[in-house]
C-alpha cells in the first residue's frame, strides 16, 4: 500500500493541511482554515504593531483542516498516513507555565493578549531588541553572530522581555516559553513538559541566539544583565536542537482519535514555514528560494566547506541543519512584500466605507491592485521617476532595523495611482537586490532563484519586475502549496519512508511551471534607479 503524509502550514491568517502520496508528491486534497479569533481581529492593535494569536486557534483548525482533508480522500488514505509535520511563521513565541503551557490556555490569562503567541509581525519590542544588541556588542562574547550581528525585535528573546516588562501579572506564571511550531508537535504526541518538548534547530539557531559554540543559549550572566525577569528562565529552557528530519513521537490515543488517524502515525519535528517551503521547492546549493507573501524569507543552503570562517553581517542568521540536514541554512527577508501593496490599496479604498452596500464595496476594492497592476504595467521604465523605499514595517534584511520608515519621493502633479504604484512594485524588487547583493559582498554565489507563496504565484508584473532588477532568471514553483508540501516531505523522513530529505526531494518534488527571465534593457535602467533607491535608504 502506498504510504501518505500530511503537511500542515501555519500562516499569518489561516492553516492549510495537505495530504500527499509520498511515493509521488502528489497532493490527495487540501483543506485551509482562518484562525477564528484572529479573523475577528482580536488581541491585535496594528497602530502600535501589535499582533497576538491565541494558542486555541491553532488547535481548532489543526482538528478541523485535517479531518477535512482526510474526509476527501479514500479511507483507506487515512489508514495509511505515516507522518506528520508541521511548519509555522516565526519568530512566533509565547510564555508558559512550569508545564509548558501557554499562558493563554490558563483561565487566569485566557483573554490577556501578553499570555498569547507573539506573532512574527509584532513590533513592539523594538527597545528590547536595541538592548540586546548594545549588551552583545559589550560581550567577550558576541552572542548575535551567527544571527548576522543584529538582533531583531521579531524574534523571540526581545518578545519574551517585553511582555514581562509591560504585564506584570505574567510574572506569577511565567517560567519559560515556547515557539508555537515547538508546541503543536508536542500537542499531539503528548510531550507538553518543558524537558519532554523537542526544540526545532531552526527556530533556536536562527531567532533566540542558540549556537553549540557557548553550548546552546545564552549564559545566565548574559539573559540576567539583560533585565531582572529574565533571572533563572535558562535552566527552564533547553540545551539541545533537533532537525527536522527527526521524529517527535506519535500521536496520542486522544488526538488519534480525533483525528480519524492511528496511533502508528509519527510527528516529526517542525521549523519554520520559509525553511520548509525551501525544501518543498527543492532547494539545493547557490539556490535562493523566496517565499514571497505578506513579507519575504529567503532561504539558501551551503555546505560547510563554503561555509568556513564566514560569518554573514546583517542577515537573520546561518545555523547548520536548519533547512537541510548536512548543510548550513542562511535566512534573509524583507518585512514587508505584498503588505506594501495591500497598504496601498487600504489607502485607496478608504472611501468605500462609506458606500452602503457592502458588497459593492467588497468586489470593487478586490478589483484595485489587479488593475493597478495592469495600467502600471504599461508604464516604460525610464519613466519611474518616484523613489520609494519599502520600509513599511521596518527592514528586516540587510541590517535589521525595526526602527526605519518607508518613504515615497518623487511626486508632482502627474504622479498617478498606477505611477507610485509601480514605484512600490519597484522598491520591494530593489529591497529584494539588496539582499541578493549582501551575500554576493560576503562570497555566497546565488545562480538561480525560485519563487513560491502568493505573490509568486499570481503577479507577473512583480515577477517580472524583479527579474529585472535582479538580472536573474526567476523560476516559480509548480506545487500550489509548496510550504506544505515541504512538511509533507519532512514528514515522509521523519517517518522511515525516505532516508533522507535529498531523497524525498527528488521522488516528491513537483519542479517548476514558470520562468521569468530578465530583459536586458530594462536591467539596465533599473541598474540606474536602483543607485537612488540606495541613495535615498542609505544602504
Request: proline fraction near 5%; charge should be negative; include cysteine.
Amino acid at each position: 500500500m502506498n504510504k501518505y503524509v500530511i503537511g500542515l502550514d501555519y500562516g499569518s491568517d489561516s492553516a492549510r493541511a495537505l495530504v500527499v502520496d509520498s511515493e509521488t508528491g502528489e497532493q490527495l486534497a487540501a483543506s485551509v482554515k482562518h484562525y477564528p479569533r484572529w479573523v475577528e481581529g482580536k488581541y491585535c492593535d496594528p497602530s502600535k504593531n501589535q499582533y497576538r494569536q491565541h494558542p486555541l486557534d491553532y488547535l481548532e483548525v489543526m482538528e478541523a483542516s485535517i479531518k477535512e482533508a482526510l474526509a476527501k480522500c479514500a479511507p483507506s488514505v487515512a489508514e495509511n498516513v505515516a507522518g506528520i509535520a508541521f511548519d509555522t511563521t516565526g519568530s512566533t513565541p509565547a510564555l508558559t507555565d512550569g508545564h509548558g503551557t501557554p499562558l493563554a490556555m490558563l483561565p487566569e490569562y485566557a483573554e490577556n493578549p501578553n499570555a498569547m503567541f507573539i506573532l512574527w509581525k509584532d513590533h513592539t519590542a523594538v527597545k528590547e531588541a536595541d538592548e540586546i544588541n548594545e549588551l552583545a556588542r559589550k560581550c567577550k562574547v558576541d552572542y548575535t553572530k551567527y544571527e548576522g550581528g543584529i538582533y531583531s525585535s521579531e524574534w523571540v528573546w526581545a518578545k519574551v522581555l517585553h511582555m514581562l516588562r509591560i504585564d506584570s501579572s505574567l510574572k506569577d506564571k511565567a517560567v519559560s516559553w515556547v515557539e508555537y511550531c515547538d508546541w503543536l508537535p508536542a500537542v499531539l504526541t503528548g510531550n507538553t513538559e518543558l524537558d519532554k518538548i523537542k526544540r526545532s534547530r531552526c527556530a533556536a539557531g536562527h531567532k533566540a541566539l542558540w549556537h553549540p559554540d557557548w553550548d546552546g543559549l545564552p549564559p545566565e550572566e548574559f539573559l540576567s544583565e539583560l533585565g531582572p525577569e529574565l533571572v533563572g528562565m535558562r535552566e527552564h529552557l533547553f540545551t539541545d536542537t533537533h532537525t527536522s528530519d527527526e521524529s517527535f513521537g506519535n500521536l496520542t490515543p486522544e488526538w488519534a482519535e480525533k483525528l480519524g488517524l492511528s496511533t502508528d502515525v509519527v510527528v516529526g519535528v517542525s521549523a519554520f514555514d520559509c525553511h520548509m517551503g525551501a525544501v518543498g521547492a527543492e532547494i539545493k546549493p547557490n539556490t535562493l528560494v523566496r517565499v514571497i507573501g505578506t513579507s519575504t524569507c529567503d532561504i539558501i543552503v551551503s555546505p560547510y566547506q563554503e561555509m568556513e570562517g564566514k560569518l554573514i553581517p546583517g542577515i537573520c542568521g546561518q545555523v547548520d541543519g536548519s533547512v537541510i540536514p548536512g548543510m548550513v541554512g542562511l535566512e534573509a527577508g524583507q518585512s514587508a512584500f505584498g503588505d506594501v501593496y495591500a497598504w496601498f490599496k487600504n489607502v485607496l479604498a478608504w472611501p468605500l466605507q462609506f458606500l452602503d452596500d457592502e458588497e459593492k464595496a467588497k468586489a470593487i476594492e478586490d478589483k484595485i491592485i489587479p488593475a493597478l497592476a495592469e495600467e502600471a504595467m504599461k508604464i516604460p521604465v525610464e519613466e519611474s521617476t518616484i523613489v520609494a523605499t519599502d520600509w513599511l514595517n521596518g527592514r528586516r534584511t540587510p541590517d535589521a532595523d525595526q526602527n526605519v520608515k518607508a518613504t515615497i519621493t518623487g511626486l508632482n502633479l502627474g504622479s498617478s495611482a498606477p505611477r507610485i504604484f509601480r514605484a512600490l512594485v519597484e522598491a520591494t524588487a530593489f529591497g529584494s537586490k539588496a539582499i541578493v547583493d549582501r551575500f554576493a559582498e560576503n562570497g555566497i554565489e546565488i545562480k538561480s532563484v525560485v519563487g513560491i507563496g502568493g505573490v509568486a504565484k499570481k503577479s507577473p508584473f512583480v515577477m517580472q519586475t524583479m527579474a529585472d532588477v535582479l538580472n536573474m532568471p526567476i523560476k516559480v514553483a509548480r506545487a500550489e502549496q509548496t510550504v506544505a508540501l515541504g512538511a509533507a516531505m519532512f514528514a515522509a523522513v521523519a517517518s522511515g519512508v525516505y532516508a533522507d530529505i535529498e531523497e524525498a526531494q527528488k521522488a516528491m518534488g513537483q519542479g517548476y511551471e514558470k520562468t521569468y527571465d530578465p530583459i536586458e534593457e530594462h536591467a539596465k535602467q533599473y541598474a540606474e534607479i536602483y543607485k537612488k533607491y540606495q541613495k535615498l535608504g542609505i544602504i
